[in-house]
Structure formats: structure tokens, C-alpha cells
């Protein structure tokens, strides 16, 4: 049995209560997933980048995603958020196909994100970092420079950056431009968060505060999609996990059976395990 097989045998049709058991007929929709990728397909000149690759996120989940250097993660995301369009395949998002739509689009729609390398606007504080989010975020963003900063303070708060406020952010440390970048993107309310290492660099304590962070988002409704290269701290926080590697998905499924997967093993981890 694949890692594919366990998890559809998982997460498939399982009844919902013992009536559904005794095999009453519920008129009952197939749950639909938020962010839904089929298919999709990205080529670098002659570099299949992601091949094909299906995968979905299902509301109030936090999906993890892995695979060695050069896997094809940060190009799956940026497929997600649009700032690369896909060669083939769709992106759909709230049961709409969003694959042409331009990125801003799809942060006014709900999807929100951080970037691996960060790049907080030089010379601005970080409270009117975080605000320039909330200014451009889902809906319309927030009407005015108080507002969006009232947001941002919130957000600050929420992260644990709220006494660097006032800061200029430039002159945050690493981990702490971590956590500006998850500010940021909370900012703009989103519906879904795509995390592009938010914890490499980060030591242990700094990783569990992290993770605390995350499911905290979880825990307001956001989706959350992460990329992360300590496995370990992906294990504990994914309720799912799946693995690319040159571009296709070799793996999806429970992060326990899919990290003692031997494909994945012999793709990710070489001769060591998680
Ligand atoms: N803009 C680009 N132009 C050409 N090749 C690219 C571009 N972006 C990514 N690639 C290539 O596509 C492949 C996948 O890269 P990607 O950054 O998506 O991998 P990754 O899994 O995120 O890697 P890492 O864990 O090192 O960040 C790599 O071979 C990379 O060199």
C-alpha cells in the first residue's frame, strides 16, 4: 500500500456517525477544499520544476509541505500565490479557478504569504511594515494609515513582536524578521497562509515558539500551508504532510506514515530518518 493509499483510506468517505454507518442515505456535498492545485506544471527553460503535481488544502487544516533542496517547494507556492503562473494545470481557491490571477488579486481574495528571503521595507518601522499589509490586504484592505496601523499592532501582538513596534525594521534580528514576516502576512486577513520557512535558523525554542504561533492561526480558521526543512518541528505541527522531490509528489498523507515512507526515506532523508 502506498503512502497515497493510506491516506486516501484515511481521510476518504469515513462515516460520520452510526447512522451514516447503517448506510442511511444523507443528501450530504463532499466537503470542498479551499485551495485545490490539479495538476499543475512549471518549467524553467528545460527544468521540469513541478511536474504535475495535484494537492489540496482543506479548510482549517495546516498542510505541510517537504522535500530536499531544489524539490520544487517555493515554486508550488508561488504557483498558489500567483506570482508564477503554472504552464499547465489549475489553481483553484474557494472553488474558483484563479490559475491567470494576477498575486495582489489573490491577496484581496484571502491568500496570504511569507517569503523565504525577507525583505522588511527599509527605514519603515516595524508597525508600519506590518501596516502596509493591512492596507492592502482581503477586501479592499483597510481604509486609512490608523486603521491599518491598529491591525498591524494587533498582529504584532499576536506574533510576539508588539514591543518592537516602534523598531525600525531593518534592525530586527533573524528570528524576529521571522515573525515580521508572519505579521505581515496576518496583516492582510487572510484565508489561507502559505509559509516559506519560517523556521529555518531558528533554534529550538525559537522553532517551538514558532509553532505555537501557526496553530494559534489555525486556531482563528486560517488554513495554513508550510514549507520547512526541520522535520521534526513539520512532524508535530502538520495534521498532513506531502513530499515533492525533482518536481513530482512522491508522498501525501499522515506525517508519521509519510516520513517512514521508504521512497521518501530514500528521496529526502538519504540513509537517515526523522
Ligand atoms: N526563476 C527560476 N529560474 C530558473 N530556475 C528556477 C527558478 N526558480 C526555481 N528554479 C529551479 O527550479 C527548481 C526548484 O526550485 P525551488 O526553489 O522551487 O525548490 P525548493 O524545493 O523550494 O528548494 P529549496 O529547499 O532549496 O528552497 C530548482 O532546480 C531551481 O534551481
Same mark, same amino acid.
Given at each position: 500500500m502506498t503512502v497515497d493509499h493510506m491516506a486516501n483510506s484515511v481521510s /476518504? !468517505?469515513?462515516? *460520520? !456517525?452510526a447512522s451514516d454507518a447503517q448506510g442511511e442515505e444523507l443528501a450530504r456535498e463532499p466537503s470542498i477544499p479551499i485551495l485545490d492545485a490539479r495538476k499543475v506544471t512549471r518549467r524553467f527553460a528545460g527544468l521540469l520544476a513541478v511536474n504535475n503535481v495535484s494537492f489540496h488544502l482543506d479548510a482549517g487544516e495546516i498542510l505541510g509541505l517537504v522535500g530536499p533542496n531544489g524539490a520544487g517547494k517555493t515554486t508550488l507556492i508561488n504557483l498558489v500565490s500567483g506570482t508564477l503562473f503554472p504552464d499547465s494545470g489549475e489553481i483553484v481557491f474557494q472553488g474558483k479557478d484563479i490559475t491567470r490571477l494576477a498575486p495582489y488579486r489573490r491577496a484581496r481574495q484571502g491568500i496570504g504569504r511569507t517569503f523565504q528571503i525577507m525583505q522588511p521595507f527599509p527605514g519603515l518601522s516595524v508597525l508600519d511594515n506590518v501596516a502596509v499589509g493591512a492596507l492592502f490586504g482581503r477586501g479592499l484592505g483597510l481604509p486609512g494609515l490608523g486603521p491599518a496601523r491598529e491591525q498591524a499592532r494587533e498582529c504584532l501582538d499576536f506574533v510576539g513582536l508588539g514591543k518592537f *513596534?516602534?523598531?525600525? *525594521?531593518?534592525?530586527? /534580528?533573524g528570528p524576529s524578521r521571522k515573525r515580521l514576516e508572519l505579521a505581515k502576512a496576518l496583516a492582510m486577513q487572510p484565508k489561507v497562509l502559505l509559509c516559506d520557512e519560517v523556521m529555518s535558523g531558528l533554534n529550538l525554542v525559537e522553532i517551538e515558539e514558532v509553532i505555537d504561533v501557526i496553530r494559534k492561526v489555525r486556531d482563528q480558521g486560517i488554513s495554513v500551508l508550510v514549507i520547512e526543512h526541520v522535520l521534526k518541528a513539520i512532524k508535530d505541527l502538520s495534521d498532513r504532510l506531502i513530499v515533492l522531490h525533482h518536481g513530482e509528489k512522491i508522498a501525501d498523507g499522515r506525517p508519521e506514515l509519510v516520513l517512514s515512507d521508504a521512497a521518501v526515506v530514500q528521496a529526502y532523508l538519504g540513509k537517515r530518518r526523522a
Open positions: /476518504g !468517505s469515513m462515516p *460520520a !456517525s *513596534a516602534g523598531q525600525r *525594521a531593518d534592525e530586527l /534580528g
